[in-house]
T-cell receptor, first 115, second 114 residues
């Protein structure tokens, strides 16, 4: 089954404790992206990757890091989480080519609470 | 720069009534437009997309949307609401020369009443 898998689904942690949210897709997609969803703001893009070793900032990259060492994986790293990063996070992927017109496939989300 | 405005953060419709969700965009180049739906505790699913072919786009679950360039709009409709349509709906835009940058609207929560 084609899917985007995020782990963990839920995490409660404390300020400053480094954490990683993993994202994996099994569709051989070139493009992957991370979003955060906050009430009244919709989804905002954090980082995206057009292929292995190619990443770029989205609209809200501060406080986050990403890496794309393999095509299928795109982890999101919070080196020193703060309470304003409490949010619902989604990973998405899509095929390449003229990828701007390709729909994105979303994971089920990771709810992070930073105390 | 692109942006998306969804009019109405909450919409309540009766079962069997028309569903109309409004989306306006701003874009300096021809856009690609999408509608996604999010059911509780799930990720987003694609309803339909406009990519410069037909201006009236049909999607899944009986939804359709019409691209109107003169009004910079991409409103979503369904003739007859079903209880299962209760969800949050997001309009999104990306520009044809802006690979990877997808901009979402704030979302519209749809409630369907019996």
């Amino acid at each position: 089954e084609a899917q985007v898998t995020q782990n963990p689904r839920y995490l409660i942690t404390v300020t400053g404790k480094k954490l990683t949210v993993t994202c994996s897709q099994n569709m051989n997609h070139e493009y992957m992206s991370w979003y955060r969803q906050d009430p009244g703001l919709g989804l905002r893009q954090i980082y995206y990757s057009m292929n292995v070793e190619v990443t770029d900032k989205g609209d809200v990259p501060e406080g986050y890091k990403v890496s794309r060492k393999e095509k299928r994986n795109f982890p999101l790293i919070l080196e020193s989480p703060s309470p304003n990063q409490t949010s619902l996070y989604f990973c998405a992927s899509s095929s390449g080519g003229t990828a701007s017109n390709q729909p994105q496939h979303f994971g089920d989300g990771t709810r992070l609470s930073i105390l | 720069a692109q942006s998306v405005t969804q009019l109405g953060s909450h919409v309540s419709v009766s079962e069997g009534a028309l569903v109309l969700l409004r989306c306006n965009y701003s874009s300096s180049v021809p856009p690609y437009l999408f509608w996604y739906v999010q059911y509780p505790n799930q990720g987003l699913q694609l309803l339909l997309k406009y990519t410069s072919a037909a201006t009236l786009v049909k999607g899944i679950n009986g939804f359709e949307a019409e691209f109107k360039k003169s009004e910079t709009s991409f409103h979503l409709t369904k003739p007859s609401a079903h209880m299962s349509d209760a969800a949050e709906y997001f309009c999104a835009v990306t520009e044809s020369d802006s690979w990877g940058k997808l901009q979402f609207g704030a979302g519209t929560q749809v409630v369907v009443t019996p």
